[in-house]
């Protein structure tokens, strides 16, 4: 791509171009990335004259007027010729600026470690306050169906009453646990700093004439100029891989529960208990009209795939460093470290888009209540009948042998709730007559527990990771293809 066109150096990825939204894009854009590290260069010359090192005002000027001048074509013709990319972009730098004072007492890695762990850090906390955003408009929808009743399901097959919103609480809980999760590796994230060829920082020291404290002073104010409060102490020419791991494991579990609710709504879906919404326009199938297709929540279970294969590649490098550090892991991180941040950001605004938009049909849950409302009070039922002193065992299977009963009249078209309730009040080892029965399964719609207060609890809670990162009400998700 020549230079200055508008998408110079993004990623070139169906991740970037399709799912992700600009601004995690840009993150992992390649001119991004070279952006970001001359921005550390030029902190570190900052730091390196304020402790005393013979650096010209006028360089670190020319640095600071070249340093958005990013031609990717050029960088890389450099680095057919060092076979060093890090290497090619020092010299274009350099060139650009009229001067050679950068990089000095750094090696490779004390540029890029950092900035990809900047890269890492900007990412998660974009990812964080997304979260938070869904979270919030997940717990609307949850308090808006809040009373609506449905048959709960465990293996597919119907369970017990239970209520929509109670589900939306189900998956909004799960999301609350990795929004903890997240939180504590944000803010225990350590950065490398700069270590030098193996980790001791000998040439910062030579540099800086055996000084430790100006070496200890200078890592300082490259953290606080990235943005982080730790810093790793003694790792060597690379931070430990099983850092890029638990980042891909937080992640993993933070899109966890966006694909617990997109399958679960892509079931529903199939039954027409609800949609996943439907524009104007739209077109579900290019040869059947009539079809809706949840494609938006297969879009997110398909990117937690994608997302599942960089964790399985960084879990690959993690335990697998030699010695000091070597760079046999380059190749895998450039290409799972950008991947997992741009399918979780493809998650979370596809996710946001479908809680926002998705629908319900009434109609069709009553139905399924009716078709399934005798089963889902057996348990009830069971408990019933050991206050009537029946044996837990022997009350078991006597509901199950009525049940099964009930279910073969069901599939033969006959009223099922009906031969349920003859079948068990003819059957004396329950104890149950025919007005408890009755009375039961007549108020199956009201059997639901604590559903109703684990959703309003739910709601509580994402309101306080709302109030906590208020940032999250202004954002607003493009609109998705």
Not at 214 to 234: I, Q
Request: a neutral charge; hydrophobic letters at 45%.
């Amino acid at each position: 791509m020549e230079e200055g066109q508008p998408n110079q150096g993004i990623v070139l990825d169906v991740l970037a171009e399709r799912y992700a939204s600009p601004e995690m894009a840009e993150i992992w854009s390649a001119a991004g990335k070279v952006r970001l590290e001359r921005e550390l260069w030029i902190a570190v010359l900052k730091a390196q004259r304020q402790l005393g090192l013979d650096i010209p005002d006028e360089a670190i000027a020319a640095y600071e007027r070249v340093k958005n001048n990013v031609d990717l074509a050029r960088i890389r013709t450099r680095e057919h010729v060092t076979k060093h990319d890090v290497k090619a972009r020092i010299e274009e730098f350099c060139a650009l600026a009229g001067y050679e004072h950068i990089h000095k007492g750094m090696t490779s890695r004390d540029l890029t470690e950092n900035v990809e762990q900047l890269q890492i850090l900007r990412s998660l906390l974009l990812l964080r306050d997304k979260a938070v955003a869904c979270l919030a408009r997940l717990a609307e929808r949850a308090r808006e169906l809040r009373d609506l009743v449905l048959p709960a399901r465990t293996h597919n097959v119907a369970a017990q009453p239970t209520t929509l919103g109670r589900r939306l609480a189900m998956f909004g809980e799960e999301l609350c646990l990795a929004l903890e999760h997240l939180c504590w590796f944000i803010e225990h994230y350590p950065l490398r700093g700069l270590k030098g060829p193996v980790g001791t920082q000998l040439d910062l020291l030579t540099l800086f004439a055996g000084d430790h404290d100006k070496v200890h002073a200078l890592e300082a104010e490259v953290a606080r100029f990235l943005g982080f409060s730790r810093r790793l102490d003694a790792p060597g020419q690379v931070y430990p891989r099983s850092l890029d791991l638990a980042a891909a494991s937080v992640l993993v579990q933070l899109a966890s529960a966006p694909s617990n609710f997109a399958r679960t709504l892509r079931l529903m879906a199939g039954l027409e208990l609800a949609s996943e919404g439907f524009s104007e326009g739209q077109v579900g199938s290019s040869a059947m009209p009539h079809k809706k297709n949840a494609r938006s929540c297969e879009r997110i279970n398909a990117l937690f795939a994608v997302l599942r294969g960089h964790w399985n590649m960084l879990a690959a490098l993690a335990g697998d460093q030699w010695n000091e550090g070597d760079v046999s892991c380059s190749a895998t991180r450039r290409v799972a470290l950008p991947g997992m941040m741009l399918a979780s950001d493809g998650i979370l605004e596809t996710f946001h888009w479908v809680v926002a938009h998705f629908t319900v049909f009434p109609g069709m849950i009553e139905s399924e209540w009716r078709r399934y409302a005798p089963f889902l009070a057996t348990t009830t039922l069971l408990m019933e009948a050991v206050k009537r002193g029946a044996g837990r065992e022997q009350a078991h299977k006597a509901l199950q042998r009525a049940a099964q009963a009930a279910a073969e009249a069901l599939q033969r078209g006959e009223d099922a709730a009906a031969h349920f309730t003859a079948r068990l009040a003819a059957t004396p080892e329950l104890g149950l007559d025919s007005a408890t029965v009755q009375r039961v399964l007549a108020h199956a719609h009201g059997l639901l527990g604590e559903a109703h207060a684990q959703t309003d609890r739910f709601v509580a809670a994402a309101e306080a990771w709302l109030a906590r990162f208020p940032q999250a009400r202004a954002y607003a998700p493009r609109d998705i293809l």
